[in-house]
């Protein structure tokens, strides 16, 4: 008995050397060789861009409440109070955060501690990819840009190198830009709007700053890229009522420009996927979607698809949804899920949800090459 237990004792103290051992062994200690992301964390997701992405970045701004949705009704329905997100509720980048088991992602200007291991919103209302774009009232896409580099400086020191370089790559990149520059125009009956070369030249801007955006966030790490490309202008409700010849028509300028702007963004990300090694898109046709609800609203399950649920004017075009901007009258509309418009600009909750299931997995007649859920689940 007195060997058996010596016998025991010395097996015993093998193993206790051995814990030790891998305990203090460099190796275990190195982030170089086990990444914090590949074991804590998964599939990041950052957000650029503009209104229908912003989760609420504009409410931290001194700016004015056109740029702002942080008042009732806005988020009505989900939320039961408003966010900030320019909708009765969530947005199509909070259903395709869900789809990939994150979190309701946060604007990037919200207050307090928070980590960004998930990702963060960067978007804000009224953004576009010209610096000039109404501003001085909104976050532009370089401002973004250089928000975004914070966040990969903390991740940097919170991960490593190596941990850091691993996130960004496997992290997905939503953008959402172009809307205001055109906008902008349309609003202010633009002579550009009525030429070609003008609209062409113009366009050509845009993309240029949307390239270089994409070009950088591609040399910091990112390969996997989401993209919405933009509605057809003229058709929004707040842009239909700018011109009194019209009555009511789309306004045809408005929208001949965001459709030149859609194909040179299709033929850059086509461009971008063969020079730029691993660059991965999806890129979902958001112009053709709305365009098929405006046109035979019930066949998607809306009731009304011109007239926004809530504004006043013809089609509630004019932007006084809630009674806080220039024109402080207004109507509401009972349910909002019968409309496809919330606001003169906006969507409802339901339209957001249907394109993010659209955007999830297809079909593939509305997006492409990949769609959102490939570029969450490649590796």
């Known amino acids: 008995m007195g060997r058996s237990r010596c016998a025991l004792l010395a097996i015993f103290l093998d193993i206790y050397v051995v814990i030790l051992l891998l305990i203090t062994s460099p190796v275990c200690e190195s982030n170089t060789v086990f990444s914090p992301t590949s074991e804590k964390h998964g599939v990041a997701f950052f957000m650029f861009g503009d209104s229908y992405l912003d989760a609420g970045n504009n409410n931290y701004l001194n700016t004015t409440t056109l740029a702002q949705a942080n008042f009732w009704p806005y988020g009505e329905t989900y939320f039961k109070f408003p966010t900030g997100r320019f909708s009765d509720g969530r947005l199509i980048s909070d259903f395709l955060a869900e789809y990939a088991n994150l979190p309701l992602i946060p604007p990037f200007l919200q207050p307090g501690f928070r980590h960004y291991y998930d990702g963060v919103n960067f978007a804000s209302s009224g953004a576009g990819a010209l610096v000039e774009t109404f501003q001085g009232s909104v976050i532009d896409l370089k401002t973004q840009l250089r928000n975004y580099k914070e966040v990969e400086a903390w991740l940097r020191k919170k991960l490593g190198s190596v941990g850091a370089e691993l996130a960004l790559s496997k992290a997905v990149y ?42 950088d966030i591609y040399d910091i790490g990112g390969r996997k890229f989401g993209f919405i490309n933009l509605p057809e202008l003229g058709c929004l409700p707040g842009v239909r009522i700018v011109k009194e010849e019209t009555k009511g028509k789309c306004f045809e300028e408005a929208s001949s420009i965001t459709n030149l702007h859609n194909e040179a963004l299709s033929k850059l990300l086509n461009k971008l996927s063969k020079q730029s090694k691993g660059f991965k898109y999806s890129l979902y046709d958001f112009n053709t979607n709305i365009r098929k609800r405006m046109i035979l609203p019930s066949h998607y399950g809306f009731k009304e698809g011109k007239s926004a649920c809530c504004g006043t004017g013809e089609f509630r075009g004019v932007f006084s949804c809630g009674g806080k901007r220039i024109v402080k009258e207004y109507q509401l509309c009972e349910n909002p899920s019968d409309h ?28 492409g090459p990949y769609t959102m859920k490939d570029l969450f689940q490649a590796h």
Do not use: C, R
């Open 340 to 367: 496809v418009f919330w606001d003169s600009f906006h969507l409802t909750e339901m339209v957001h949800k249907q394109f993010a299931d659209e955007m999830w997995t297809g079909p593939q007649t509305s997006l």
């Open 174 to 215: 939503l953008v959402s830009i172009g809307t205001n520059d055109y906008l902008s125009l349309a609003l202010n009956n633009s002579t550009i709007l009525y030429t070609y070369s003008s609209q062409s030249q113009y366009v050509g801007m845009v993309i240029g700053n949307l390239t270089a955006v994409i070009k």
